[in-house]
């Protein structure tokens, strides 16, 4: 919608994700202090979220890049897509976290802290998406199909056209989702809130696709949108995860919980 406009020196889309992640730091911080977080487990985790976001914006350039790929048979390094840099992002973290965490936590209060921060850290991954959409909605970019009487005006391609503004509809829905889960979590000690964002989020986002417009690649599949393809996996992951949180974690944790009382 502003794509020019800028504020010292940086671009409105830059300044909301920007926001977003600070935003994101600082939430982070309050719910780890509400739920009384071990303060060591807590500091190592925001290391590893730091240098995830950081490889998250790579996976993010990446998936995007391997979508035009598909699409055009051509090779450009451009452009992010979130989904992509979730993914990537939670892999990282993960490969990472665990890695790392077996030799900096002799007595594995990492892995039994972890349900813990990631209930945490998961509104806050929804309120910096939330954000960063309002960053889409300035730069014009993820924009709808076109709509003379429920579009705004946004450019695109160098003319301004009325476009359904799909980037404030995710944001409203991620807000609108960021205080349900932030509900669960502090009021309900929800076990599930992870399970409960890939799930929602997913069903979202395969829906609002249907609105969108601007270029979306190739998922390889003719009727489904790369993103479609994403957050079917979402779904089927958060699915996944009610029964592993269910049935297997209870199991990890009684293997794990003796080494809490070694000296």
């Known amino acids: 919608m502003f794509p020019h406009v800028k504020f010292l020196?940086?671009?409105?889309?830059?300044?909301?994700?920007?926001?977003?992640?600070?935003?994101?730091?600082?939430?982070?911080?309050?719910?780890?202090?509400?739920?009384?977080?071990?303060a060591a487990v807590f500091n190592f985790f925001l290391i590893?979220?730091?240098?995830?976001?950081?490889?998250?914006?790579?996976s993010a350039t990446l998936f995007q890049s391997i979508y035009n790929y598909i699409a055009s048979g051509v090779w450009q390094w451009k452009g992010m897509t979130f989904l992509g840099g979730l993914v990537g992002g939670v892999l990282c973290f993960f490969l990472f976290y665990f890695t790392v965490g077996h030799f900096a936590f002799r007595k594995k209060e990492h892995l039994l802290h972890l349900s813990l921060f990631v209930r945490c850290a998961i509104p806050c991954i929804v309120?910096?998406?939330?954000?960063?959409r309002i960053g889409c909605l300035f730069a014009g970019c993820c924009y709808g199909i076109p709509s003379e009487t429920l579009g705004l005006p946004m450019l695109i391609k160098g003319v301004y056209e009325k476009r359904i503004a799909t980037q404030l509809i995710e944001s409203i829905f991620l807000f609108l989702l960021f205080g349900v889960l932030t509900y669960l979590l502090l009021k309900k000690d929800n076990a599930y809130i992870a399970q409960i964002y890939l799930i929602a989020y997913g069903v979202f986002r395969f829906a609002i696709e249907y609105l969108r417009?601007?270029?979306r690649g190739s998922s390889g599949i003719s009727f489904i949108t790369?993103?479609?393809?994403?957050?079917?996996?979402?779904?089927?992951?958060?699915?996944?995860?009610?029964?592993?949180?269910?049935?297997?974690?209870?199991?990890?944790?009684?293997?794990?919980?003796?080494?809490?009382?070694?000296?």
Do not use: W
Request: some cysteine.
């Open 48 to 58: 590893v979220i730091a240098g995830s976001i950081i490889l998250g914006f790579l």
């Open 9 to 38: 020196g940086m671009d409105l889309y830059s300044i909301m994700i920007f926001l977003g992640i600070l935003a994101a730091i600082v939430v982070f911080r309050v719910f780890c202090d509400v739920k009384k977080a071990p």
């Open 213 to 215: 417009d601007d270029p």
């Open 127 to 132: 309120l910096a998406h939330a954000f960063g």
């Open 226 to 263: 790369p993103s479609q393809l994403t957050s079917i996996l979402l779904i089927v992951l958060g699915i996944a995860l009610i029964f592993f949180h269910k049935y297997a974690y209870p199991k990890l944790i009684a293997k794990i919980q003796p080494h809490e009382n070694e000296e």
